[in-house]
């Protein structure tokens, strides 16, 4: 059934990169040993094609649950209302839920959310790349609907939305976005890094936005929180309101970054 989904349970940690061999978690390694949660019901995935039959989301969040040390691909949410939304991971109302060590690649929704779709949810997210992720309207990587997560140390990168917020897409939300690396994202229309529209205030600190090809880097409707400091944006037609030379901001100016690599 595509509404096959890996449902995390409230107060489990479940933990990914094992070899079978360990006698002690500490042992684990989830670079070396991929731990994938896939959606690709059929196994014949090429890209975005021949997903039709796929899951909608690949794993759906519950408050106080971890997920540790694993790759989530091949969601495609591409059904109706609440199924539109959350290719990779759906959290509704999924309030502490924590994610560490992940990527989250090649997941699709037909409205919001390819990566992952967070509604009244305040995950914690650290250590996770979203890589080649894709919305049809809102947040290729992650949308954010009444929100507040918080994202620390992780890589937005090669996630597009065919109108807004090709990394992230921030309604009514507000976000702590801390050592955080937004490189060719896309939107048609605006925010190709990072779309926050009016009634959200997210706040950045040590984050570069770079290497749009379309939609801008940053495009804010709403407010900055004064705490945002320590940033580079390279766009600085769309910067977010932030200023060059200002709380260490630097606007307009290229990070120079590579493409993507696994290090």
Known sequence: SRTATFQLKTGVVIYGGFAGTETLRAQRDPIANLSILSGDLKEDDDGFTNNTENSYHVVTGANSATLDGFTVSGGNANGTSPNDSGGGMFNYNSSSLTLMN????????DFAGGGMSNTASAPTITNVTFSGNLAN????????????????????SGNSASYYGGGMFNSSSNPTV????????????????????DSSSPTLKNVIIANS?????????????AESKNNLIEDASNACGLTNGVDGNLIGVD?????????
Not at 178 to 197: E, H, I
């Open 137 to 156: 309207w809102l947040g290729g990587g992650m949308a954010n609907g009444g929100s507040a997560p918080t994202v620390t140390n992780v890589t937005f």
């Open 255 to 263: 990070p120079l970054l590579g493409a993507l690599g696994d290090h």
């Open 213 to 225: 090809p379309s939609g801008g880097d940053c495009y804010l409707l709403g407010t900055l929180n």
């Open 102 to 109: 992940m990527t989250f690649s090649g997941n699709s929704a």
């Open 178 to 197: 801390t050592n955080v690396t937004f490189s060719d994202n896309s939107a048609t229309n605006q925010g190709g890094g990072m779309y926050n529209g």
